[in-house]
């Protein structure tokens, strides 16, 4: 992970409400269902990046920070760390956007990996020109 920063970092690759049933038994929402929507706001990224499919291969260092309640807007930003032959790191936080009035706060980050493959699963190399085209936009 970069340094933690107190807004967020990368773009905004999904949002979504936590609803009463993503939660567990004390009304908070469920580390799996938060882990679930970093996955995929991270696949989002990485098949626009790599132009086609992934697959998760590897979830580290996932910290949670705070719990988050029904009705919580959640915020996926992502941020390609490096891309390999076939893999791409990428470094997910997700931050609870309250309405303008409230400052956003950090829920939990985590650094997720992913590995472009073609239609049958098998990995595939990401070109050239998508780590050119990345570098450029640096
Ligand atoms: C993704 C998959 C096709 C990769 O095939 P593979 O032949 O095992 O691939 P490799 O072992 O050569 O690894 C591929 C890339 O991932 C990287 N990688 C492998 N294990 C890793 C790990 N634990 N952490 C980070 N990167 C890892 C390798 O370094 C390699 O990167 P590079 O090509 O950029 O150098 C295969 O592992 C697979 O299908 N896994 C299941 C994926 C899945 O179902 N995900 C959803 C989970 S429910």
Same mark, same amino acid.
């Given at each position: 992970?970069?340094?933690?920063?107190?807004?967020?970092?990368?773009?905004?690759?999904?949002?979504?409400?936590?609803?009463?049933?993503?939660? #567990?038994? !004390?009304?908070? /929402?469920?580390?799996?269902?938060?882990? $679930?929507?970093? =996955?995929?706001?991270?696949?989002?990224?990485?098949?626009?990046?790599?132009?086609?499919?992934?697959?998760?291969?590897?979830?580290?260092?996932?910290?949670?920070?705070?719990?988050?309640?029904?009705?919580?807007?959640?915020?996926?930003?992502?941020?390609?760390?490096?891309?390999? #032959?076939? !893999?791409?790191? /990428?470094?997910?936080?997700?931050?609870? $956007?309250?309405? =303008?009035?409230?400052?956003?706060?950090?829920?939990?980050?985590?650094?997720?990996?992913?590995?472009?493959?073609?239609?049958?699963?098998?990995?595939?190399?990401?070109?050239?020109?998508?780590?050119?085209?990345?570098?450029?936009?640096?």
């Amino acid at each position: 992970m970069t340094e933690r920063l107190n807004h967020p970092e990368g773009i905004l690759s999904l949002q979504n409400i936590a609803m009463p049933a993503d939660t #567990n038994w !004390s009304g908070d /929402v469920f580390g799996g269902w938060i882990v $679930s929507q970093m =996955d995929l706001a991270g696949a989002i990224h990485v098949e626009r990046l790599s132009k086609g499919r992934c697959a998760t291969i590897a979830i580290n260092q996932m910290t949670f920070l705070v719990p988050v309640k029904v009705g919580n807007v959640i915020s996926c930003y992502t941020k390609i760390l490096k891309i390999g #032959n076939s !893999s791409v790191q /990428v470094q997910i936080e997700v931050w609870n $956007s309250h309405d =303008d009035s409230r400052d956003p706060v950090r829920i939990t980050e985590g650094v997720f990996t992913f590995v472009a493959v073609d239609v049958n699963g098998n990995k595939r190399v990401i070109s050239d020109e998508v780590k050119q085209a990345y570098v450029a936009n640096l």
